[in-house]
């Protein structure tokens, strides 16, 4: 019995780390296919792993000062599923309307990132053509967690003086789901890739 209990102390006090956060996704994924009952499961497990100690690198915080956000990869499965991101954002800088074509769920870490939502309007049936209308926002700040389903559309903007960071948990790496960027006043749709750090200890 008393090395039973021994055990169960010694989990209690182990930070949540990157493998056991993966090994959770799999068993997850691997027991649902709806996204809205994935991102149930995921978002508490994706918030103790962004707040448990031991995993963050100082570099992280670096940014793509093109792209206007530095994206580091935590993990990845070998066929791209299941993609672990840590991503900077620049003040005043962020991304286009997008979607994901897989689910997501992203949490606060640092700063202030404002997500505004979209709804389209179309049916999606011409080819590069999209008419979004702008919908609700709202700011993330460190704890707060946001899911978003395959065909969500939303973008995201540092709206604070300092870096912001998230973290972001996908079904799939987002450059291999084949999901699109949006411009708004042109009403086109283009696909949509974003640029990976290619930090030193990144999963190959
Ligand atoms: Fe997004």
Same mark, same amino acid.
């Given at each position: 019995?008393?090395?039973?209990?021994?055990?169960?102390?010694? *989990?209690? #006090?182990?930070?949540?780390?990157?493998?056991?956060?993966? +090994?959770?996704?799999?068993?997850? #994924? $691997?027991?649902?296919?709806?996204?809205?009952?994935?991102?149930?499961?995921? $978002?508490?497990? *994706?918030?103790?792993?962004?707040? *448990?100690?031991?995993?963050?690198?100082?570099?992280?915080?670096?940014?793509?000062?093109? +792209?206007?956000?530095?994206?580091?990869?935590?993990?990845?499965?070998?066929?791209?599923?299941?993609?672990?991101?840590?991503?900077?954002?620049?003040?005043? &800088?962020?991304? #286009?309307?997008?979607?994901?074509? #897989?689910? @997501?769920?992203?949490?606060?870490?640092?700063?202030?990132? +404002?997500?505004?939502?979209?709804?389209?309007?179309?049916?999606?049936?011409?080819?590069?053509? @999209?008419?979004?209308?702008?919908?609700?926002? +709202? !700011?993330?700040? *460190?704890?707060? !967690?946001?899911?978003?389903?395959?065909?969500?559309?939303?973008? !995201?903007?540092?709206?604070?003086?300092?870096?912001?960071?998230?973290?972001?948990?996908?079904?799939?790496?987002?450059?291999?789901?084949? &999901?699109?960027?949006?411009?708004?006043?042109?009403?086109?749709?283009?696909?949509? !890739?974003?640029?990976? $750090?290619?930090?030193?200890? $990144?999963?190959?």
């Amino acid at each position: 019995m008393s090395g039973a209990r021994y055990m169960e102390s010694d *989990a209690m #006090t182990s930070p949540y780390s990157l493998e056991q956060y993966v +090994q959770d996704l799999r068993t997850i #994924t $691997a027991e649902e296919s709806d996204p809205v009952r994935i991102t149930d499961r995921v $978002a508490p497990l *994706a918030r103790k792993f962004a707040q *448990a100690p031991g995993w963050f690198r100082p570099e992280y915080r670096e940014c793509d000062v093109e +792209q206007g956000f530095g994206v580091h990869m935590l993990h990845e499965e070998p066929n791209h599923d299941l993609a672990v991101f840590l991503i900077s954002w620049l003040p005043n &800088r962020g991304t #286009t309307p997008h979607n994901h074509k #897989t689910w @997501a769920v992203v949490v606060g870490m640092e700063g202030q990132e +404002q997500e505004v939502n979209y709804d389209r309007l179309d049916d999606g049936s011409k080819p590069d053509y @999209a008419d979004l209308q702008r919908g609700g926002e +709202q !700011v993330m700040i *460190a704890g707060d !967690v946001a899911r978003c389903y395959p065909e969500h559309i939303h973008s !995201v903007w540092n709206v604070g003086k300092e870096i912001s960071m998230s973290l972001h948990t996908y079904g799939r790496h987002i450059n291999y789901t084949g &999901r699109s960027e949006f411009d708004l006043e042109q009403k086109r749709e283009k696909p949509y !890739v974003i640029k990976v $750090a290619e930090d030193e200890h $990144a999963r190959a």
